[in-house]
């Protein structure tokens, strides 16, 4: 995931690469959470997902960029009963 502009562009096929300090675990109650006004692009193309910026880095839910990317997703052990 990258950001250019206010933008999250996002590249099929290439590795994740960590920005700047969403790795770190955050100190408590120091989290400052907002939608995002972000666009959001997969390949060059405009998508919609639902994101949200905390303590200045994007987040987004994990099932829908599975979606997004057309990702095949096989639920297995504890999680596949649920």
């Given amino acids: 995931m990258g950001r250019r ?3 999250i ?3 099929s096929g290439r590795p994740y690469t960590p920005g ?3 790795m770190q675990h955050p100190r408590l109650g120091s989290e400052r959470t907002e939608p995002t ?3 959001i ?3 060059g ?3 919609a997902l639902i994101a ?3 303590n200045a880095n994007h987040y987004v839910d994990l099932l829908d960029l599975r ?3 057309d990702l095949d997703y096989t639920p297995i052990g504890y999680f596949a009963a649920m």
């Fill in 5 to 7: 502009n206010d933008a």
């Fill in 9 to 11: 562009v996002l590249t």
């Fill in 20 to 22: 700047s300090g969403e």
């Fill in 37 to 39: 006004t972000a666009k």
């Fill in 41 to 43: 692009y997969l390949d």
């Fill in 45 to 47: 193309k405009e998508i």
């Fill in 52 to 54: 949200y910026r905390i």
């Fill in 67 to 69: 979606q997004a990317l």
